[in-house]
């Protein structure tokens, strides 16, 4: 093996090690989602709150995510603007609600 190649590979291995290092992964993460339903609802309300503690248990408590009420960050009408601005870091709507602004191809998704 070549002098060049040993140290690419040596640098790659480097790079993964580093990466991959518990400092790294301690970083937490906390995602702010707001929620066009309110979690009262059985269906629609339940999965958001189902999702967070889910991956709060997935991730070790690395990622959080934390549900806001509808009206509590934003207004529910304004997720998905709040979302590309990036005022948020994810919103739970419906396609069916948005058909103003994604189209009316949006309505059959929900369906």
């Known amino acids: 093996m070549s ?14 090690v580093l990466v991959s290092s518990p400092a ?4 937490k993460v906390l995602l702010k989602v707001p929620v066009w339903f ?5 269906g629609l309300g339940s999965t ?4 967070a503690e889910h991956v709060n248990d997935a991730s070790g408590g690395t990622v959080k995510i934390k549900i806001y009420e509808p009206g509590k960050l934003i207004p529910p009408k304004e997720i998905l603007e709040a979302v590309s601005k990036g005022q ?7 396609p069916a609600y948005n058909t103003g602004l994604i189209g009316e191809k949006g309505a059959i998704f929900p369906a």
């Open 3 to 16: 002098r060049r190649l040993l140290s690419i590979w040596t640098v790659a291995a480097l790079s993964l």
């Open 24 to 27: 790294v992964a301690a970083k």
């Open 38 to 42: 309110g979690t009262h609802l059985t």
């Open 48 to 51: 958001p709150k189902w999702l």
């Open 88 to 94: 948020v870091n994810a919103g739970w709507t419906t």
